[in-house]
């Protein structure tokens, strides 16, 4: 399989779509947030309406073409404006993902804390050879992106829309095998680091008596 975020093949792209009851009572309430005049500035949070709608109905999270164009008419803009927003953010998928989007930061800080182990215990878990790739079984796809922005906590493995922090080679393989069980454990430090203080607890402020 090609990039996630890479434009899908006419051979994946359903014809027709139309917002579910669900996505249809959501959408008022952003359009509210927006003048009449500046509706295309709902753009990015109506494709996430489309991809969590995808999600529910499909299993797999991304925002097919026909969606664009659907998305265009609501706001009435040109469909090409709708599709460079799509293809220009990586959190907007453009062909199918597995069940489980595999997200892997591999810029300096978390390259420099180990994310290489990190990719690679994800291809000996899901078979998957390269990036771009989902896995035979369909509930896995991998993809490389860039700096999520939990730099001190490196290095990052993102699945859907959760920050797992602090990983290494075991706690990747760990956490695959939980989801292969349909367990979705608690984001965040996977070694109990607290929020983004150092390893083994904070150094300074540890008192929170006011000073007299």
């Known amino acids: 399989m090609a990039d996630a975020h890479a434009d899908g093949d006419d051979l994946t792209q359903p014809t027709h779509f139309a917002f579910d009851a669900q996505s249809e009572a959501e959408i008022p309430g952003i359009l509210a947030k927006y003048p009449p005049a500046r509706q295309a500035s709902a753009v990015i949070p109506l494709l ?25 008419a609501r706001l009435g803009m040109a469909p090409i404006r709708v599709y460079e927003v799509a293809t220009f953010y990586f959190m907007f998928n453009t062909r199918p993902v597995g069940k489980f989007h595999l997200q892997l930061c591999t810029t300096t800080p978390c390259w420099l804390r180990g994310s290489d182990e990190v990719v690679a215990a994800c291809k000996k878990a899901t078979g998957i050879t ?33 920050f797992y922090e602090d990983m290494d080679a075991a706690l990747t393989l760990e956490l695959i095998e939980a989801l292969r069980r349909s367990e979705i454990p608690a984001p965040g430090s996977m070694i109990g680091r607290q929020t983004s203080a150092p390893v083994g607890g904070p150094t300074t402020l540890l008192d929170s008596t006011p000073a007299e």
């Open 48 to 72: 996430y309406v489309v991809q969590k709608q995808m999600q529910r109905t499909t299993a797999s999270r991304w925002v097919p073409r026909a969606a664009m164009d659907v998305v265009a």
């Open 130 to 162: 390269q990036f771009g790739e989902t896995s035979a079984d369909g509930m896995f796809t991998m993809t490389e992106v860039e700096c999520v922005g939990a730099c001190v906590n490196a290095p990052i493995l993102q699945v859907n829309d959760d």
